[in-house]
């Protein structure tokens, strides 16, 4: 019922940027929270950023001063803006979404995820 498609990932040099986009489609009704996750090799997957509808936002304390998240609410998208990348913030990335979407006359929330994209930081 909802679909959330990554883009923007890569391999940059150690300081470089990326830009991260995702993008929800399918029978949205209206989404709640957006964020952004990662997960390394070898590692748990961590959250980096969350934004609510309202545009209030949370960072991993790795990532503070460094990246910024915004969304837009018309096009249903949530950005991932990431300065001075490090090494260690290589991993593979995921957006996160809470879709309500219509069930019948009730609203159902679903917690949809997206596929990933690579983002490599070199040293």
């Known amino acids: 019922q909802v679909q959330l498609v990554e883009s923007g990932g890569g391999l940059v040099q150690a300081g470089g940027s990326l830009r991260l986009s995702c993008a929800a489609s399918g029978s949205i009704f209206s989404i709640n929270a957006m964020g952004w996750y990662r997960q390394a090799p070898g590692k748990q997957r961590e959250v980096v950023a969350t934004?609510?509808?309202?545009?209030?936002?949370n960072y991993a304390d790795s990532v503070k001063g460094r990246f910024t998240i915004s969304r837009d609410n018309a096009k249903n998208t949530v950005y991932l803006q990431m300065n001075s990348l490090k090494p260690e913030d290589t991993a593979v990335y995921y957006c996160?979404?809470?879709?309500?979407?219509?069930?019948?006359?009730?609203?159902?929330?679903?917690?949809?995820w997206g596929q990933g994209t690579q983002v490599t930081v070199s040293s």
């Open positions: 996160n979404a809470d879709v309500n979407v219509r069930q019948g006359i009730s609203l159902m929330s679903l917690d949809s």
């Open positions: 934004i609510t509808s309202g545009g209030s936002t």
